[in-house]
């Protein structure tokens, strides 16, 4: 996973409320066991609500969510379908018990752990996307949040004229918009169908 996936996931979170930690910031020689986890998450205003919040989330869901483990896939090139998750199995580790040991040694015992998997996007069939989400629930994941919604919302909040020398990704985004480098949202009122054949 790219330090740039990281990073736009990090001020995701921040931008919401919640207080972000990363569980390391070197490369481990080998494999131990709390590389599959990449963020901890706590939103200390979180609200109840009635219900559970939906497994793909978006950013008003996400003040359902008090605390949680984060695991970033940055593979923007491929999109995220039931064969893809057979053929890496490792995609959904983080939600092992072993490692939500090591995150109620991090929180302690008390608030429920949500289980969030950031990835590209998930198929755009109806049929394969509940595919996709009946085999993430399976291996223990709570919830997905795509990239797409991730991106979407930065680019919306971050202001050109404020600067944002902390913060590389929030800059560049500054940047792109200010010389009109960012498209605006379109609806798809008229959306072509594909033909069958």
Request: a positive charge; aromatic letters at 10%; glycine letters at 4%.
């Amino acid at each position: 996973m790219s330090a740039v996936s990281e990073a736009l996931v990090r001020e995701y979170f921040e931008l919401h409320g919640f207080l972000v930690r990363q569980q390391r910031k070197h490369l481990a020689r080998a494999a131990e066991e709390d590389e599959e986890i990449d963020f901890f998450v706590w939103n200390p205003q979180s609200e109840d609500r009635l219900g559970a919040a939906p497994f793909i989330l978006n950013s008003s869901n996400l003040r359902a969510i008090t605390r949680g483990i984060v695991a970033v896939k940055g593979w923007h090139t491929e999109k995220f379908s039931p064969a893809v998750l057979a053929r890496e199995p490792e995609l959904a580790r983080f939600a092992e018990p072993k490692f939500l040991k090591l995150a109620n040694q991090f929180f302690g015992d008390g608030e429920p752990l949500t289980k969030i998997l950031v990835l590209s996007e998930l198929p755009q069939s109806e049929a394969l996307r509940e595919r996709s989400v009946a085999v993430l629930r399976e291996k223990g994941v709570d919830a997905v949040i795509p990239f797409r919604t991730i991106l979407t919302e930065l680019i919306a909040a971050v202001e050109v004229k404020r600067n944002y020398s902390k913060s590389d990704p929030l800059q560049l985004i500054r940047i792109l918009k200010n010389y009109d480098l960012f498209k605006e949202a379109q609806l798809e009122l008229f959306k072509a169908k594909r033909r069958r054949k």
